[in-house]
């Protein structure tokens, strides 16, 4: 059954058509891996999906709730879509642990206590267990991206879409926030991505989709897509970020 | 001439009191003007365009003229127009918060937008109403950039409560022009008025100083 549901969206920003008719079905479990080149519509895509973006024609059905069925229930599609941002966006004024616990008790109504509770088990999961009293601007980018994973993940979503994680990362800093989605991925978790980290679409991507000009032109398993692609633009694309 | 260290210390308690005036002039119009400003200034920075368009006149109406002018339309004109009778208190008390709230309001609103906008979307997709977002996300962020400006504002609306002279309220400056009129002593009751203003506009500042450093900028 699909978690998520594109039927022929069309998204545009005034004159600019940045999706055109896009179908699409993700399944729970998939880990979907979105490539394409600068200005294609990737982050668009994804936004829509948590309706950060207004989706100005067909249909998007995210765990059986449309993205047009009005504010309330698009704030329960956000409550299953967890985000995670390219610039991370941690909240500056909360320390590591806050910004974890901050969603379950805002969002869920779960008691202070409990929020703390399960937001150390999270920062320990993401390697963090020892930075939970540090504000945001005392950690490095890889170990504020780890925390922003948690804290997507402690509002229990079904589903988590990542933007370019590990784009604005040192490159040794990157492999830290790959290792977190890596074990996320093992656990089952459905994940959209959209990135360049060619690797990880090979080893814990379960399917790569390469988007042009507003539209998905090649859907496929990553492995082979990464071995041999008969796409020409994909195979000129792959060279480049390699 | 010679500085009479004792006209200062007979004047001393009226000016007490008019400084005791200002001070509560001063402070229920700026409660009153944050409460206003914060309106406003959310109005402006979130409404549509209705909300914003009003919030909009009123500020540009309360900028766009003097504050001799709006004290004196509060308390002379608007008996006439709406027979609506203030006393010269409310009327300086009404005056702040009208003129105060327009200023704050586009501090609130400029720190509120200056706030970067991935982290409005970081508690949009938790799945927060956008109140929320403004309350535990974005407001507490802006509040500490509005600590600077706010704090000029107090201090200029302070001084502002002196020209309540003109409807004859007495705070400090009154009270300093009353005493000069009966004893011509010029020098010693404007520096003693002025020494008054400038501990009252000080402590202000070292309350902000300190705000300012208990907080961290973000
Ligand atoms: N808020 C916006 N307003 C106007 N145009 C936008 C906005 N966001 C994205 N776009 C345009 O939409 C297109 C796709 O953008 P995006 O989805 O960010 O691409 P990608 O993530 O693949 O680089 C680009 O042409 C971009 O300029
Ligand atoms: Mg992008």
Redesign the pocket.
């Known amino acids: 059954m699909s978690i998520v549901e594109f039927r022929k969206v069309t998204k545009t ?2 004159p ?1 058509v ?1 999706l055109r008719e896009v179908d699409l079905n993700i399944d729970a479990g998939e880990v979907v891996v979105l490539i ?10 994804l ?1 829509c999906i948590n309706a950060l ?1 207004e989706i100005n024609g067909g249909d998007l059905v995210v765990d059986d709730i449309s993205v047009r069925s009005g504010r309330s229930k698009v704030r329960l599609i956000r409550q299953e879509a967890g985000m995670v941002f390219q610039q991370f966006n941690l909240f500056p004024q909360m320390t590591a642990l806050q910004n974890v616990a901050f969603g379950p008790q805002r969002v869920r109504g779960v008691a202070k206590a409990e929020a703390i509770e399960q937001a150390k088990a999270l920062l320990a999961k993401v390697g963090l267990a020892e930075r939970g009293h540090h504000y945001p601007s005392e950690l490095s980018g890889g170990q504020q991206q780890r925390v922003a994973i948690a804290r997507a993940l402690a509002v229990k979503p079904k589903l988590m879409l990542f ?2 994680p590990t784009s604005a990362l040192d490159p040794e800093l990157r492999h830290e926030v790959l290792r977190v989605m890596r074990s996320l991925a093992e656990e089952g978790m459905t994940m959209i991505v ?1 990135t360049h980290e060619m690797a990880f679409a090979r080893q814990v991507g379960t399917r790569l989709i390469f ?1 042009e000009d ?1 539209k998905i032109s090649v859907d496929g398993n990553p492995a082979e897509l990464l071995a041999n692609t008969t796409n020409p633009r994909l195979k000129e694309f792959l060279q480049h970020v390699h | 001439m010679e500085f009479d260290w004792s006209v200062i210390a007979d004047a001393m308690p009226a000016l007490l009191s008019g400084a005791r005036l200002t001070i509560l002039i001063t402070v229920a119009g700026l409660v009153g003007g944050l409460i206003v400003g914060f309106v406003a200034g959310l109005m402006r920075a979130y409404g549509n365009a209705i909300v914003n368009g009003i919030a909009f006149a009123y500020v540009e109406l309360i900028r766009g003229t003097p504050i001799v002018v709006q004290v004196m339309f509060i308390y002379f004109a608007l008996p006439v127009l709406a027979d609506i009778r203030v006393n010269p208190m409310t009327a300086a008390v009404v005056s702040i918060i009208v003129n105060a709230g327009a200023y704050i309001a586009e501090i609130v609103r400029g720190s509120f937008l200056s706030v970067h906008k991935g982290l409005k979307e970081a508690g949009l997709a938790l799945g927060l109403p956008m109140w929320k977002v403004l309350v535990y996300i974005i407001g507490p962020v802006a509040f500490r950039r509005m600590i600077p400006p706010l704090g000029n504002q107090f201090i200029v609306s302070l001084k502002d409560t002196s020209l309540f002279i003109v409807i004859g309220v007495g705070e400090l400056t009154r009270q300093g022009q009353e005493i000069m009129a009966a004893n011509f002593r010029a020098v010693e009751i404007w520096s003693a008025v002025a020494i008054l203003y400038l501990l009252m506009t000080g402590t202000l500042t070292l309350i902000l100083r300190v705000t300012e450093k208990r907080m961290r900028i973000l």
Do not use: I
């Not at chain 1, 394409?36 to 895509?45: A, I, V, Y």
């Open positions: 920003f005034g600019v940045v394409g080149p600068s200005g294609s519509g990737k982050s668009t895509l936004r973006e933007d370019e959209v988007m507003g």
